[in-house]
């Protein structure tokens, strides 16, 4: 037996069950009562909005004209197709400013309107406009502009083109200011009416609003009625760019991003466009990809390349219409993703020293850098980081001479805009929210913003720990085949409706852990009640290490099916466990 206990990295905290409304619903909807208890754990109570949520139908999706700001956008786009006006796409670096740039990319050829495409570089350009995208946008002798997933918050930038008599269409999703931008139109689902709240659902992402841009164009050039076959397709496969940015952008999956996510990944496999088809080859996913797998497989080959300030290979890898140039560029964006794993483990190593120091001395926030870090990665370390320790994490690295630029993130209970209020006098500017943020500042001042961001967070309520929440307590006889596949028709999960998560209570170890992958994984045959399954660890290997048969654990876990040789077989994939007696 182990003589090490190993504690939970979280906290566990399982949802109450109500016997009496789950059997209603579950009758009802002729729903298993296990399905039917997920549901009311994720706040749907009653029929009339179970019945929309399971169907993931595109009914829900908004008409084009009610989107505020798009009747304006229409306007510009028809004088600019009018005049045959060139168009600048400005898009941005990641995921959902990439797919919106190719979507809108796609719409301008359509339109017959000659477009460039200018994605901001991470470092040299930063996030939305700057010098460089005026610069562009000059040089291309644009007289329309049109940013996606960016430009909202861009009041000199725009004011400076308006006067220079470019038009600017803004399709963006991000929060408007107290200032709104000079523009032909800005296209934002969070504009508020009359009564001061949104007209819309307002949580899509930016190619989202683009793809409703492009149905409301179409639309009104050609007749609902008279929609090609070929029109028809270009917008049922641009819902895949909408769904694979909904996801990386981690929008919540309610209301019409239900069905704009659930329709978008049915057509990847398939689609019309190159680039779709080819990056789920790449990413390996053999059936209709899920939204876990465009989380942990497209996404981050996407983002791959503009970490690596090569956001232009993404952009192409899905806008090209050659098969055989779209499989040569996803292979590069593979290599990129590669590349990214291992700059990505180098900066973790190469922070780790400072990091558990601030730790172990019970430090209130990390902060941590060095003149040669890898900004395009520190992101995703931060992430790493902030799940080791719990506390918030901002991370820097010297992009250019006298400037560092971090990347921040938080846990729940922390606000990290907050935070970077205490040293906003070394700061040379930062800006973000609750979790996720970005500042700048003089490296020799890297001793004032460290005590300052610790002060900052000690005065700030202490966080609780981060929590799990579980569905149900079950054992192993209780997953079987049947009841994941009853699971899965409640896809998609993702943020705001989050995968099923379960425990298993005393399970025994039947066989003594096995290191899989690199070493950093493990795989548990893990029994109770007779049953034995599968369960699979990523990154749990240094915690199940001194694990020996006959232990006994409490599992948290997901689970699915494991498809091989023809066969399918439950697995359970560990979110963390315990050790009992």
């Not at 098969?323 to 292979?331: D, I, K």
């Not at 994490?393 to 935070?419: N, Y």
Request: proline share 6%; net charge negative.
């Amino acid at each position: 037996m182990s003589s090490t206990a190993v504690a939970p990295q979280f906290r566990w905290k399982l949802q109450p069950s109500d016997p009496g409304t789950r059997d209603r619903l579950a009758q009802g909807l002729e729903l298993r009562p296990l399905i039917a208890q997920l549901l009311l754990n994720r706040g749907v109570s009653d029929m009339d909005e179970a019945g929309p949520l399971l169907k993931a139908s595109l009914a829900e999706l908004p008409d084009p004209t009610t989107v505020p700001g798009f009747e304006n956008a229409l306007k510009a786009l028809l004088a600019a197709q009018e005049a045959k006006h060139k168009v600048l796409i400005h898009g941005d670096y990641d995921a959902d400013g990439t797919c919106g740039a190719v979507l809108l990319h796609h719409l301008m050829n359509r339109l017959g309107l000659e477009s460039e495409v200018f994605i901001p570089d991470r470092v040299r350009d930063g996030y939305s406009f700057g010098d460089n995208s005026l610069a562009a946008i000059k040089e291309c002798g644009a007289q329309l502009v049109i940013a996606v997933d960016n430009g909202t918050t861009a009041i000199g930038p725009l004011k400076q083109l308006a006067e220079d008599g470019v038009a600017v269409i803004v399709v963006d999703h991000h929060l408007p200011g107290t200032e709104l931008p000079e523009c032909a139109a800005l296209m934002n689902p969070w504009l508020p009416g009359e009564d001061g709240k949104p007209v819309i659902f307002p949580e899509f992402c930016g190619t989202a609003v683009a793809w409703l841009l492009a149905w409301g164009v179409l639309r009104h050039i050609l007749g609902s009625d008279k929609l090609s076959d070929k029109d028809r397709r270009f917008l049922f496969d641009g819902l895949g760019y909408a769904a694979i940015a909904t996801i990386c952008d981690v929008m919540p999956l309610r209301g019409p991003n239900r069905g704009l996510v659930n329709h978008g990944l049915a057509t990847l496999k398939d689609s019309s466009f190159p680039g779709l088809r080819a990056i789920v080859k790449s990413a390996g996913i053999r059936d209709t990809p899920s939204a876990s797998d465009v989380g942990f497989r497209i996404g981050p080959r996407l983002n791959a390349a503009g970490r690596l300030f090569q956001a232009d290979i993404a952009f192409q890898s899905l806008a090209t219409t050659s098969a055989p140039e779209a499989e040569r560029l996803c292979a590069q964006l593979e290599a990129l993703n590669l590349e990214r794993r291992g700059i990505q483990q180098r900066e973790l190593e190469a922070l780790h020293g400072s990091v558990e120091e601030q730790f172990q001395r019970g430090d209130t926030v990390i902060f941590s850098g060095h003149s040669d870090a890898h900004f395009g990665v520190l992101g995703i370390v931060a992430s790493q980081v902030m799940e080791r320790t719990g506390l918030p994490s901002l991370l820097w690295a010297e992009c250019t001479p006298g400037v560092a630029r971090g990347s921040a993130r938080s846990p729940e209970g922390f606000h990290l805009v907050k935070i970077l209020d205490h040293a906003a006098e070394y700061l040379l500017g930062y800006g973000g929210h609750a979790r996720a943020a970005g500042f700048h500042f003089k490296p020799e001042h890297a001793e004032q913003v460290a005590a300052a961001l610790k002060e900052g967070a000690a005065l700030l309520p202490k966080a609780e720990p981060a929590t799990l929440t579980i569905d149900s307590e079950i054992g192993p006889a209780e997953i079987d085949r049947a009841t994941v596949h009853a699971i899965e028709q409640l896809e998609p999960f993702g943020q705001g409706f989050e995968e099923p998560l379960f425990l298993c209570s005393g399970a025994r170890l039947a066989v003594a852990p096995k290191f899989i992958g690199d070493g950093s994984h493990v795989e548990l045959r893990l029994e109770r009640d007779g049953q034995v399954v599968r369960a699979l660890g990523w990154r749990m290997a240094d915690r199940a290490r001194d694990l020996s048969v006959g232990d006994r654990v409490d599992v948290v876990i997901n689970v699915g099916l494991n498809h091989f040789r023809g066969r399918a077989s439950v697995e359970w994939t560990i979110r963390d466990f315990q050790t009992v007696p």
